[in-house]
C-alpha cells in the first residue's frame, strides 16, 4: 500500500516558524483530510490534529493544519526546544480500505 | 484516565507465533473502532489492522493478509493480533489505537530472529 509523501527532514530556527507537508491523493488526503501525529524519541505518537485542522484539548495552539487538494500541512510557530521530535501525517485511503502514513519528518529546533 | 496496555511481544523464530493483547480502560472500549499499528527500529509508522466496534469489519495491511488475524472481546475490553508465520520483517513495536489516533497504548516489542 503506497504511503502519503513527507520530507524526511526540516531544520528550524527557534522561535521560528515551520510548515511540514504531506502529500496524497484523492483517494487520501483530498478527499479524507489528514491527522497529524507527533512522536518523540521512545514514544507512543501523539495526536496534534485530526482531519485537517480540528486539535485535541490540550494540544497548543502553536499547531494548526490545513489542507489544499491532496496536500495536507502542519505549522507550528514560535518553535520550542520540545518541538523536536518526528512528526507523521495520516490518511484513510478510500480504495484500499486502509490507513496510509507517511514516512515521517524529523524536525530540529536549532 | 484512558489507558492501552499492550502485552505479548517477545522473541521468536521466523515461522514462529505470537498473539498480542492490548488492555484497554477509562473509555467506552465497545463503542470503538481499534488499529493496530507498528514500528520497526528507526522507522516510521505502518499501519496493521484495523476493526470494527462489533467485529463486523476488519482490514489488513497486505504485508500482514492471511498471516495475521485481529480480533476483540469487548466483555474483557480488549483487542488482539495473532500473528503466524512471522517473518524478520515483522520486528516491530506494536501499539494498539483507537481509530481516531487520540489514544495510544505505549507498544509491545515483538523480534522475529533466529
Known amino acids: 500500500q503506497a504511503g502519503l509523501t513527507q520530507p524526511p527532514s526540516v531544520s528550524r530556527d527557534l522561535r521560528q516558524t515551520a510548515t511540514l507537508t504531506c502529500t496524497g491523493n484523492?483517494?487520501?488526503?483530498?478527499?479524507?483530510?489528514a491527522a497529524w501525529l507527533q512522536q518523540h524519541q521512545g514514544h507512543p505518537p501523539k495526536l496534534l490534529s485530526y482531519r485537517n485542522n480540528n486539535r485535541p484539548s490540550g494540544i497548543s495552539e502553536r499547531f494548526s493544519a490545513s489542507r489544499s487538494g491532496n496536500t495536507a500541512s502542519l505549522t507550528i510557530t514560535g518553535l520550542q526546544p520540545e518541538d523536536e521530535a518526528d512528526y507523521y501525517c495520516s490518511s484513510w485511503d478510500s480504495s484500499l480500505s486502509a490507513w496510509v502514513f507517511g514516512g515521517g519528518t524529523k524536525l530540529t529546533v536549532l | 484516565e484512558v489507558q492501552l496496555v499492550e502485552s505479548g511481544g517477545g522473541l521468536v523464530q521466523p515461522g514462529g507465533s505470537l498473539r498480542l493483547s492490548c488492555a484497554a480502560s477509562g473509555f467506552i472500549f465497545s463503542s470503538n473502532t481499534m488499529n493496530w499499528v507498528r514500528q520497526a527500529p528507526g522507522k516510521g509508522l505502518e499501519w496493521v489492522s484495523f476493526?470494527?466496534?462489533?467485529?463486523?469489519?476488519?482490514y489488513y495491511a497486505d504485508s500482514v493478509k492471511g498471516r495475521f488475524t485481529i480480533s476483540r472481546d469487548n466483555a474483557k475490553n480488549s483487542l488482539y493480533l495473532q500473528m503466524n508465520s512471522l517473518r524478520d520483517e515483522d520486528t516491530a513495536v506494536y501499539y494498539c489505537?483507537?481509530?481516531?489516533?487520540?489514544?495510544w497504548g505505549q507498544g509491545t516489542l515483538v523480534t522475529a530472529s533466529s
Open positions: 489505537a483507537t481509530n481516531s489516533w487520540d489514544y
Open positions: 484523492s483517494n487520501n488526503v483530498g478527499n479524507q483530510g
Open positions: 476493526i470494527s466496534s462489533g467485529s463486523t469489519t476488519i
